[in-house]
């Protein structure tokens, strides 16, 4: 990453161009100062050399080894959106997220290796994750300091990401608040419970249209928790249509994966500052236009 010194900032040290214009962090400041991994016009510097109009600050980043090699995964990959600093991908179910032991081959990771034509130095850097069961948007950072902008974003009011849901039961009220704290289940290393000594979590809903006993509903992370959605929706007895974990499975209708979609992500670009809307509907929810995704809870 570069940075070409303004006039303004004539005779500032190197580590004020990298915390302030470059926005780095300093965790990782402090990584490529003693690795030798920051340049003033081409040559390995200190944080504390001054710099002139038109000098060239840049940092080099290191790579973490990635746990698992990837490997070419041929799929059908919709992108619909992307520039140099990220992407946007609409992840298709069952399909793991990230690779791991049960899934070297096919998972996200190895799509998306395969879509950049399997590059010799490929660093896979999701800014969110979906359960291998839910479908729909996600962003990848393709650097990894637009990774580290993205994840300090993650959580903000400047990343938003509504779902669309399918469930086996109708919520009462039609709309509201589910405020409960979630835990990891005792001796479990997947499965989340409500608990008292769980970590805040937030869920706002809205129902969107009923039959036969299941509802197409509407709903808002306020806190990020693992399974927030599905544990959340099955503690008020409307569990996620086809859940495994926390309702009752549909291999017939839903193969290896339920009713959840991540339907709507806003973010702000962290180079750019261009404020970022991206929609999309599953088949089963085709039909709902971009400004129901948008209405008011309330």
């Known amino acids: 990453m570069e940075y070409t010194v303004k006039a303004e900032e004539s005779g500032r040290r190197v580590r004020e161009i990298l915390g302030g214009s470059m926005g780095v962090s300093y965790t990782a ?4 100062k003693w690795n030798g991994r920051l340049f003033l016009n081409g040559e390995r510097v200190h944080t504390d050399a ?13 790579e973490e080894e990635p746990a698992y090699r990837p490997r070419r995964f041929e799929t059908a990959l919709e992108v619909p959106w992307e520039d140099e600093h990220l992407m946007a991908v609409v992840k ?15 998972s996200l990771e190895n799509a998306v290796y395969t879509y950049f034509g399997c590059p010799e130095k490929f660093v896979y850097r999701p800014v969110n994750r979906l359960d291998k069961g839910t479908s729909g948007l996600m962003l990848i950072a393709k650097t990894p300091h637009c990774q580290h902008l993205m994840q300090k974003q993650l959580h903000s009011e ?6 669309l849901a399918m469930t086996d039961g109708i919520p009462e009220p039609r709309g509201g608040i589910i405020d409960l704290p ?25 129902v969107l249209e009923e039959k036969a006993g299941k509802a197409l509903v509407l ?3 306020e806190t990020g928790r693992t399974h927030q959605i599905r544990v959340h929706l099955s503690a008020i007895g409307c569990p996620v249509r086809g859940d495994f974990l926390y309702g009752e499975e549909q291999p017939e209708e839903l193969p290896g ?13 962290p180079i750019t500052g261009e404020r970022i809307r991206l929609t999309s509907r599953p088949t089963w929810a085709a039909e709902i236009a971009d400004n129901v995704l948008l209405m008011d809870f309330d």
């Open 29 to 32: 400041m402090k990584s490529a």
């Open 50 to 62: 001054r710099v002139e109009p038109g000098d060239v600050v840049r940092i080099e980043w290191a």
């Open 92 to 106: 298709p179910a069952p399909l793991a997220s990230q690779s791991s032991r049960n899934h070297p081959d096919d």
């Open 158 to 163: 400047n990343f938003r990401r509504r779902y």
């Open 182 to 206: 979630i835990a990891k289940a005792p001796g479990a290393t997947v499965k989340r419970i409500i608990s008292g000594d769980g970590k805040p979590s937030r869920t706002r809903y809205r």
């Open 219 to 221: 709903l808002e992370l």
């Open 257 to 269: 994966r339920f009713a959840l979609h991540s339907a709507l992500l806003e973010a702000v670009h």
